[in-house]
């Protein structure tokens, strides 16, 4: 018989104080809108699947050519997710390792910019106009190894200006260019994109993190057409694990296969790989062509009602599942806007709008999204409601006694939508 120390012990017994911060974490994820673009709600599916026994292996390599013994039931796992992948996206090859999008972006450039390669240049959109910090920012270490430019977006419109990205194009004569965004609410023109790398005869490669959901729900046009490598996030509009995704033509295989292993990376969290795996067959079903569809009619709805409730709205609605609107007009910076609507159970994160005269840490606009919420079946009337909530916290982001009634009446609706990954009994009201 085992002793004592060897007994299976659950986690509320073993670790009592960690499993109390989880229980408010779940019952806080249940009753509050999560209105973070990024964020969503994993299937009970994906749950298990990145919480098996899978965590206790090491993997180093790729199947069938790995450096540890072992891999008789990992490596069909692993071909289960690149065939997933490949066929969900139509990419010829797929790399399902990256830990998250951040290192995927960066073996993206290692792979197509080597060392021995003559231009090191990059051109790719600009964090102020909605572009993500692994696309050159000076904080990211991209920028430390690859010479970036930044395009933007046009002044009154605040979408792409491509007669400006084809002059700058010109001009700085990248070997890459970035197409994709963090904050850009309207539809990415991949086609466009390509135009304008193969007249500068540079490499367009993709970053589709936010929108992979939505590629892969036939909402949005695809990147894998056009560009010589896609990246991606698993979560977001994917609603898988936490992880990282890259796909590519054939030729590039090789190269990107060896930026992320061993260039980057050790052993792939193979957890993450099952659980990745899972996400991409759920989204091949016919369900999720109709989840995407919603995620874009909710995003609509909230941004007419925010528009409607006096808030200034970047680019004066969206195409995809995101809206990003300045919260000046209500006499509230982003930041004092955001802090409000966390008090109120809606949680969104403060950011910065194009041309914005605030400083990033307390910039001029708010940015929600609808992945979550569709996730757990709202619809455009739920939308009306949310975008009126979110207007009444921003007026009343000084009175605390608005606030709790506000998010006595989140927590009411939240209530009859149970989230995805949640079973029942549910957890109690916070």
């Known amino acids: 018989m085992p002793n004592s120390t060897q007994a299976p012990m659950a986690l509320d017994d073993a670790d009592p104080e960690l499993a109390d911060l989880l229980a408010q974490e779940a019952a806080r994820q249940f009753y ?39 891999q008789q ?32 972006n960066l073996a993206m450039y290692c792979a197509l910019l080597p060392q021995s390669a003559p231009n090191q240049r990059v051109l790719a959109l600009g964090l102020p106009a909605g572009g993500h910090l692994t696309h050159g920012h000076k904080v990211s270490a991209t920028s430390r190894f690859f010479a970036f430019a930044h395009y933007g977006v046009d002044a009154t419109t605040h979408r792409f200006d ?29 086609d466009r994109f390509a135009e304008i790398a193969a007249e500068v005869g540079a490499l367009l490669v993709a970053d589709m993190a936010h929108i992979a959901g939505l ?55 193979n957890h993450t790989t099952a659980a990745v795996a899972v996400a ?35 680019t004066g609605g969206t195409d995809n599942h995101l809206v990003l609107f300045s919260t000046m ?28 005269p605030q400083p990033p840490m307390n910039p001029s606009g708010v940015r929600v999204g609808t992945p979550s919420l569709t996730s757990r079946g709202l619809r455009e009337s739920h939308m009306r409601d949310v975008g009126r909530w979110i207007a009444r916290a921003i007026r009343g982001k000084d009175d605390s006694t608005e606030l709790g009634r506000i998010r006595s009446e989140v927590f009411d609706l939240m209530a009859q939508y149970p989230p995805p990954g949640f079973e029942a009994p549910y957890p109690a009201r916070p």
């Open 32 to 70: 509050c809108a999560k209105l973070i673009p990024s964020e969503n709600y994993a299937s009970l599916a994906v749950l298990q699947a990145a919480g098996s026994v899978l965590a206790n292996k090491y993997s180093e390599g790729y199947p069938r050519k790995r450096y540890y013994e072992g």
């Open 162 to 190: 491509f007669d400006a990205i084809v002059a700058q194009a010109r001009e700085f004569k990248p070997a890459l260019i970035v197409a994709g965004c963090t904050a850009y609410p309207r539809i990415v023109e991949f």
């Open 215 to 269: 590629v892969a729900g036939g909402v949005h046009p695809s990147p894998v057409p056009y560009a010589a490598a896609v990246s991606t996030t698993t979560h977001k509009t994917l609603r898988g694990p936490r992880g990282g995704l890259l796909l590519c033509k054939a030729e590039h295989a090789q190269a990107i296969d060896k930026a992320v292993f061993p260039g980057l990376q050790g052993g792939p969290h």
């Open 73 to 104: 039931l990992i490596d069909p796992i692993e071909e289960l997710a690149i065939a997933r992948a490949k066929a969900l996206f139509g990419a010829d090859h797929a790399n399902v390792q990256p830990y998250s999008g951040s290192p995927a």
């Open 280 to 314: 991409l067959k759920e989204a091949a079903q016919p369900a999720f062509r109709a989840y995407a569809a919603q995620v874009i009619s909710n995003a609509k709805a909230l941004a007419e009602t925010l528009a409607s409730e006096g808030l200034a709205v970047v």
């Open 329 to 356: 007009p209500l006499q509230a910076t982003g930041k004092q806007a955001a802090k409000a609507m966390d008090l109120a159970g809606l949680e969104a994160n403060f950011n910065s709008i194009p041309f914005d």
